[in-house]
Structures are given as C-alpha cells and as structure tokens.
C-alpha cells in the first residue's frame, strides 16, 4: 500500500483538517478586511468535501482497521458535508455581524472532522473518539452568541447531556470488552449475542444513540438546546448532527449487532412508534419555531426508526434517502427562520403571520418545505416517507406501519399551522420586506431545487441502492 | 391517445399562471387550460369509442407503462376504461363550469386559479393511474389546495372548516396508504418484491385473511371522501365555508375520487372481502341517506342545504357499489357522474345567490325567479335533477341504483332499498320547499329588485352544466354502456351472493 493510497482513503478527513489548520493560521496574524473572501473559500472547500466524496469513491482500511474507507461511508460524509454547506451558506449575513465569526467556522469543521471519523471508524475507541471531536465543539457552537443568557444556557444543557449520554455509551462499550475481548467491529460481530452480558451491554449502547438521535424517552434536552442556540447551529444540531448520528447507529446495528437482530427489531419498533407520535404530540403546543422544528425532527427520527428496525437493502437506501431529502426540506425552513431571525429577531410561529402579504417568496418557499417535512405531494418528502414505510411494511410490520400513517394526520395538523398562520392570519404590524443577501438566495434556491427534484427523479434513489445494496 | 397530455396540459396551465403577472392573464390562462383539457375529454371520449366499436376489448385502453422506481417495483402505469374516461369528462366539465364562475375573485387572483387548476391535475391523475404508488400521488396532491382555497377565500368559520376538512381527508388517505403498503406487502408472495401495479394485483389471489384486514383500511379511507356514515361530518362544514368554485370542485370531483377508489381499489383488488363486508357498506349507505335527508330538512341556509343532500346523494353511490350487482355498480358511476354535474351547477347557483343577495337564508330570499329569471330558473333544474325528474340525469342514475338493488334478494337488502326509494320523497320536500320559499311570491326585501341577472361567465357556466344534466337524462345509453361494460370485468370477480339458508 503507498502513500497515494492512505490519502485517498482519508482524503476528506485530510481536507477538513488543512482547512482548520489554514484558519488557525490566518486567525493569528489576519487581514480582517479579506475575512469574507475567506469565508466564501471556506463555505465553497466545503462543498467541494461533498464532491469529493461523491466522485472516485474508494474502499480500504487504515491503521490496522481502526479507520474504514466504504462507498457507504463517502456517501453518508458527502450528505452530511453538503449540508454543512448549506448551513454555512445560509448563516453567512448572521456570522458577518458577530465578532469572533472565524471561531464559528474552525468549530464547526472539527465537528464535520469527528463525525467523518465516527463514520468510517472500524474500532469502538476510533468511534468514541470521533465522537467527542463532534460533540465537544458543538456545545461551543450551541453557546455562540455568548452575550446571550439562553445560549449559554443551551451549550451548558448539550455538554451535559452529551456528557451523561457518552458515559452511558463508554459503560455499553466496556461490557462489549469484557465479553468478546476486542473493540474491533469485525470481532465484536462474529461473537456479539452469546452471553447474556452482550444483552445489557447493548441496552447501554442503544440508550447511549437514542440521546444522540433524541428518541424518545432520551429526547428531553432537545427543545432546550434548540431553543437557545443560534439558528444556524439548531439546523446543524438538527439535520448534520441527527443525520451523523442515524448513519452510525444503523451501521453499527448492522454490522456490529447483526448477530442480535432478533433482539432489536421489536426494540426498535416500539422506540419509533413513541419517539414519533410523543414527538408529534409535542410539536402541537408549540408556539415558538425553532422548538416546533425541534419537535418536528424527533418525530422524523421515529419514522426513520422504522426503516431501522426493518433491516433491509431497501429499507437502508430509504433511511439514506430520507435524510437527503431531510436536508434540503429542514434546512429550506431553518434557511427561511434563520433570514427571518437574523433580520428582526423574531422567532415565534405568531410572527409569521401575513408573511405571504409581504414576503412571498419566502412565505412559499416555508410552505414546500413543511409540505416536504409533512410528506405531502409534489415534494420530494412524499416519496421519502412513504419509501421508509414501504421499507417497513414489506418486513410486515403491520402496526407499526398503521400508527405511522395516522402519526401523518397529526403531524399534518401542526404543519398546516404555520401555513395558516402565513397565508391565512391577519396581523396590524406583519414582518417588513426582507431583502435576500446572494449567499441566502443560493441557498433557498438549492433547497427549492432540491426539494422539487430528489423525489420524481428515481436517479437519485437508484444511485443510493447501488451502495446499500449489497451492504449487508 | 397518449394519456400523459391530461396531465401535461393542467402542469403547463399552472405554468401559464404561475408566469402571468395581472389577474385577469392568469383568470384568462386558466379558462384556456381547461377549455383545451375539455376538448382533449371529448377527443378521448370519442377515440375511446371508437376503440370500443372496431372491437378492442382489452380492459383499459391506450395503456403507457414505464418503470420509475426500479427498486420498489413501482410504475407509471396509465391507461382508461369506460369508468375513468367518464369520470375525466365529469372533471373536466366542472373544471371549466368552476373557473368561469370564479371570474370575480378578486383577493389573490393568480393563487385562487393556481390552486384550483392543481386540485383538477391531482383529479385527473388519479383517473388515469394503474398503479397505486401513482394514483396515491395523485390523490394526495389534491387534498392541500382544498384546505387553501378554504381557508383564504372561505366564509363564516372556514379556519374550522378547513382544518377539519384537510385532517379528515388526510386520515382517509392514511388508511388507503396503510392498505395500499399492505396489499403490496401481501403481492410479494407471487411477484418478487411485491408490486403496486392494479393490474397485476387484479389477477392475484390475495388470501382471505389479508383481505379481510385490508380491505375496510381502504374502503374507509376512500369512503371518507365520498362522505360515507360517520365520516361525513367534514362535509357540511367544508362545503359551507368553501367559497363557490372550491364547494363545485369539492362535491363535484374531489368526493368522486372517494367512490371511483372505493370500486377502482377496494371492491376490484380483494373481491372476496367486498362480498363479505357488503351488508356493513349498505347499512352505513342507506344511513347516510335517510340521515342526510332528514337533515337537509332542517336547514335553513339553501348553501347548508345542498352541503347536507350532497352526504344524502353520495349515498346512493355507495348503495350502489355495496349492492355488488352489475346494474347497481354501473348506477353508483352514473350517480357519480350526475351528481357531480347537478351539484356543481347547484353550488354555482347559489354562489351567485349569495354574491347579489349577501344571504343564503331561504326565508330572507323570496321572488327571486322574477328578478333574475335565468339564475332562478337554472335553480330549479338543478332542484329538478336533484329529486330525480325523468329527462335528467339524476332519474337515469337512481334508477339504475334502484333497479339494480332489487336484484338482490333478501330482507335486508330489500328493506335497505326501500328506505333509499323512500328518501326520495324527502328529497322532494325539501327541494321544492326551498325553491318556492326562495325564488316563487312576491319579492320580500325592496333592495332585491335592484339586483341583476346572471353575467356573461355565469351564464356560460351554467349552460354547459345544464346541457350536461339534459344530454346525460336524454341520451343515457351511450354513458350507461361505456360504463356498464367496464364495471362488469370488476363485478365479475366478485363472488355471487350465497343463498340464504
């Protein structure tokens, strides 16, 4: 094996980290009147990660199977850096007036590098190591606007949880050691299922992810911590976070525990049936948006739940699916909160009544993508949500199946409350016309394009299966 | 004929909307849409004809399939028989009846059309799909325009009405979602990964068991729709606060698409489930029907009246499926289609009641006929029509529900056709009753002869409609055949009644 090779494999764990050095570097000795050139070439080497990831995909291990480079694996890193991106994009106007906006950009990569490593991780140390690098900075990024009192508040909230759940996780782990006598994913799965400690170290690690992908009963910090974080951060603690998190845990259920599956899918099951119709349950009496967005995407973790516990070829390329187009629909609407938020500090779903009257634009383009969250026709979330209970339904999980349809009324219910509240709601004072920085507009218009496109174009889904299949 | 044009054309009118910039070019664009889509209605009507007399006698015609999903197996698949392309006229005349009444709205023009126009473009999808990941589609996407053309441009307490409207039917769609997963789920046993294709399902033994449990997950959400007891209480709400287009389009094509996915789905794909859940469809049908003629009784508001016989009529659809006879299914269609018709013209008679008078209480309205002759007298066609008077539509299809229900012995069965013969006459109370307090005697309020007649759009709206309900009740034949050769494949995979022991 040379050089060339090794690159190759980390080659997007190489570009994150340059790019963190380079900042580190430029902050020390800067001209503050080329930062938003710098920006700009920080937001597009992110895109450029996704690229990268997406094109020449290669497959190999390093560091004696410590670090995994899969196809899977560069797609899932691809998704995941493209949202970045988006959520870079879209805070741009917001990160312009903050002092210490540099500091924003170094965090958020490390946390982008720590997520890529939890990914390929091969070995349970590489993988509780990848995840500290992602979870530390993200408290930070959650505590960002620092002068505020609820920011502060949330970043505490998140390093604690994070803390308490990583503790659990590392108690899980140390059982997996003591039982099979090895933290390499390839041992644990030959010998995980055969002695009745893996059972409670395994109760341990699923606890362990359901705080991380905020599954109810473990999903008590999210409304709290999405709340006070500044709105970008929320998107990312949201889709990037949530979706890192949802891949390693399905990949870990299936490589690590496949021996167990008998165990988990009724776990499981049950865990999406409550995560989703709590979460939706929630979501009804919120009044501010950022908590109802929270609320919204515990519920989509119960439906992606399903395609979990369904343990299929298809039911992984939906889960996949899913959060690509999760991305483009929750981002489209934190995009819309964020510009909303940035220009009149206004958060509330009240606020955003007659946003139609005088910003169109933006009122329509909240409406696609809460009609895509809801998984309503034409937006690519219809076929996303029906693909994870299509997935679900041809493993015959029949209740399951049904008490998700009808999670679909009620969650159509809040859904149609923020479309009220902009088409229908009069209000004295409605919000002034917004004027959309380029960066913005970008943004809302990849989301929109997004949002239209992924689902009628069957390309998209039939690129994910060529990866997923045969996975298992 | 390629199929695809009738969504095509509805997507580039929507187009044309979305780029106009006045609203009189986006009113203007719309009308020309959905004039161009008629004409294609009646092009298909007379190619399919055609198709039918030079001998073709495959089951649906000018069939398209292309894979889509390759993975789940799912197609799209269009193709028509004598039910679908009737159904594809029925929209497209309201359509056109629709957007010519609603030439005045004036709050939001260019999305008032816009949604009405997607709302027709789910419709015609859903008539056409073969395969049931399509035909979801479609049928989902015409259930959010509903809850918008409520609550924007609705009266009286259209946020209430709205919302219930839009979670009633989407509760509906859930089911037929779940039971659409399940059906494809139960396929995977003969065809690898399972399909979602009707006509492939169509040939499948499915076991009872499954049917058992899947069909009243469709049934039900597709009754839902079509206002079947209980579910019918969005119905007289929704339709009070629509503004006039939106209750046409609401009774006229949208409850269709609950009673064609009732036979099209339900009763086609798991015919021994329909024969055993039969009493249950025609107890809850003749229900709604006596309950919803009862009611009509009571109302007041002439609107509320015509929201309440809607549940009432509707019923005779569903008697008609439930009955599982030939005579009776092609009857439930021919109901379906003259009740569309009749239901559109009366919601657009008495919208424009309402935009003269400003009230749509029948004690406060009186001599209306001699202020404006052609709006009274299109009112009582449709009052006509609706209580069955021979020489229109509504005579044909009930009769053809009636005769069609005789056929079938038993007591329970007789004494459920009965009460649904009997409704009529209740039918004719209330009918009668409504158009001489309200248009016949002297004029109650002076203000009222300041009033003018029907407009040029309205006029046209109502001419069409009218020759629709005089050409369907005259000539009943040409209708009645296309449809009863089409409904014969579905009933005849239902199995026949068990004698009685």
């Known amino acids: 094996m040379n050089w060339m090779e090794y690159i190759s494999f980390m080659r997007l764990e190489l570009v994150l980290l340059a790019v963190l050095v380079i900042l580190l570097i430029w902050k020390v000795g800067s001209d503050e009147a080329l930062n938003p050139i710098v920006i700009q070439l920080i937001n597009f080497s992110l895109l450029g990660v996704a690229i990268l990831a997406f094109c020449c995909p290669v497959e190999g291990t390093l560091f004696g199977g410590m670090f995994v480079a899969t196809k899977m694996a560069a797609m899932q890193k691809g998704i995941l850096a493209f949202a970045a991106f988006l959520i870079c994009l879209s805070a741009n106007e917001w990160l312009k007036k903050h002092s210490n906006y540099l500091e924003f950009y170094m965090m958020l990569i490390a946390v982008l590098a720590g997520m890529f490593y939890m990914i390929s991780s091969g070995h349970f140390l590489m993988f509780y190591l990848g995840l500290e690098l992602a979870t530390i900075p993200l408290a930070a990024l959650a505590a960002f606007d620092f002068e505020k009192q609820r920011s502060s508040e949330s970043g505490v909230k998140m390093i604690l949880s994070s803390a308490f759940s990583s503790a659990i996780l590392l108690f899980g782990i140390s059982f997996i050691y003591g039982s099979c006598g090895s933290l390499y994913f390839s041992d644990v799965a030959q010998r995980a299922g055969s002695e009745p400690i893996d059972l409670i170290a395994f109760g341990f690690i699923i606890a362990g992810f359901a705080f991380k992908i905020s599954a109810v009963p473990f999903h008590l910090w999210t409304a709290d911590v999405y709340e006070g974080a500044p709105v970008p951060v929320t998107a990312f603690l949201s889709v990037v976070s949530k979706g890192a998190a949802i891949f390693v845990f399905t990949s870990t259920l299936y490589s690590v525990f496949a021996g167990m599956q008998g165990s988990w899918t009724l776990i499981i099951s049950v865990i999406a049936v409550v995560t989703m119709t709590l979460g939706n349950l929630m979501a009804m009496r919120q009044k501010s948006i950022k908590r109802f967005l929270a609320f919204s995407s515990i519920t989509q973790v119960g439906y992606l739940l399903i395609a979990v516990a369904a343990a299929s070829a298809q039911s992984y390329t939906s889960l996949i699916y899913f959060i690509l187009i999760y991305v483009f629909s929750n981002l489209g609407a934190f995009a819309v909160v964020s510009v909303i938020s940035d220009r009149t500090g206004k958060e509330n779903i009240g606020d955003y009544a007659s946003l139609y009257k005088s910003n169109p634009s933006l009122a329509i383009i909240m409406t696609l993508a809460v009609f895509s969250l809801a998984g309503i026709p034409p937006t690519a979330g219809f076929f996303g949500k029906l693909f994870l209970l299509a997935s679900g339904a041809s493993e015959g999980m029949v209740w399951v199946i049904i008490i998700a349809c009808l999670n679909m009324v009620i969650s159509l219910y809040y859904y149609l409350r923020i479309v009220k509240a902009m088409f229908v709601d009069k209000r004295e004072d409605p919000l002034a016309q917004i004027k959309l920085s380029h960066s913005e507009l970008i943004t809302l218009v990849i989301c929109v394009a997004g949002i239209l496109a992924t689902g009628f174009f069957s390309q998209v889904f039939d690129h994910i299966s060529t990866v997923t299949f045969g996975v298992q | ?501």
């Not at chain 2, 309201?94 to 709302?119: D, P, Q, R």
């Not at chain 2, 015919?271 to 055993?276: D, G, I, N, S, V």
């Not at chain 2, 005579?327 to 003259?338: F, N, P, Y």
């Open chain 2, 1 to 501: 004929m390629n199929l695809t044009l009738l969504i095509v054309i509805p997507l580039i009118t929507l187009l044309g909307i979305m780029l106009t910039r006045s609203a009189h070019a986006a009113r203007v664009t719309a009308l020309v849409g959905s004039i161009v889509q008629l004409g294609l209605s009646i092009a298909l009507l007379i190619l399919y004809q055609q198709a039918r007399t030079e001998g073709n006698d495959a089951l649906m015609l000018f069939e398209v399939d292309h894979v889509w999903f390759e993975k789940w197996n799912i197609h799209y698949h269009i193709g028509v028989d004598g039910i679908s392309v009737a159904m594809i006229l029925l929209t497209s005349f309201v359509m056109v009846a629709g957007i010519l009444v609603s030439w005045n709205i004036a709050t939001m023009t260019k999305e008032f059309f816009f949604l009405l126009v997607l709302l027709g473009t789910g419709a015609f999808g859903f008539f056409i799909s073969l395969d049931l990941f399509t035909m979801f589609f479609f049928f989902e996407l015409s259930v959010i325009p509903k809850y918008l053309l409520i609550a924007i441009w609705g009266s009286g307490k259209k946020e209430y009405s709205a919302m219930k409207l839009a979670l009633m039917l989407m509760g509906g769609s859930a089911l037929v979602l779940a039971g659409v997963l399940l059906l494809n789920y139960q396929s995977a046993v003969g065809v690898p990964g399972g399909t979602y294709d009707i006509m492939i399902l169509s040939t499948m033994k499915i076991p009872m068991e499954a049917q058992l449990f899947i069909f009243p997950l469709i049934f039900v959400g597709f009754a839902v729709l079509s206002a079947m007891f209980p579910f019918h209480t969005w119905a007289p709400d929704g339709h009070s606060s629509a503004p006039t287009a939106a209750s046409m389009f609401l009774a006229g094509i949208s409850m269709k698409l609950g009673g064609y996915g009732c036979l099209r789905v339900a009763m086609w794909l798991m015919p021994e489930a329909a024969r055993e859940y039969a009493p249950i469809i025609v107890l809850l049908a003749v229900i709604g029907i006596v309950y919803g003629a009862f009611v009509t009784l009571h109302q007041k508001d002439i609107k509320l009246m015509n929201a309440y016989s809607s549940v009432s009529h509707c019923g005779f659809v569903l008697l008609g499926l439930g009955m599982m006879t030939l005579t009776s299914t092609t009857g439930a269609v021919l109901q379906m289609i003259s009740h569309g018709i009749m239901t559109a013209l009366f919601f657009a008679v008495i919208g424009m009641i309402y935009e003269r008078a400003h009230t749509r209480i029948g004690s406060e309205l009186g001599g209306l006929l001699k202020v404006m002759p052609f709006i009274g007298s299109v009112f009582i066609i449709a009052g006509l029509t609706s209580l069955g008077l021979p020489g229109f539509s509504g005579f044909v299809a009930e009769m053809t529900v009636f005769v069609g229900s005789f056929q079938v012995t038993g007591m329970f069965y007789r004494i459920c056709t009965l009460l649904g013969c009997m409704s009529i006459v209740v039918t004719a109370v209330y009918i009668l009753r409504a158009s001489g307090i309200s248009l016949l005697g002297p004029v109650k309020n002076p203000e009222y002869l300041k009033l003018g007649d029907a407009k040029w759009n309205e006029k046209a709206a109502a001419i069409l409609l009218v020759s629709c309900i005089v050409i369907m009740g005259t000539m009943p034949w040409w209708l009645a055949d296309m449809v009863n050769a089409s409904s014969g494949v579905i009933i005849g995979n239902i199995p026949l009644m068990q004698a009685p022991e």
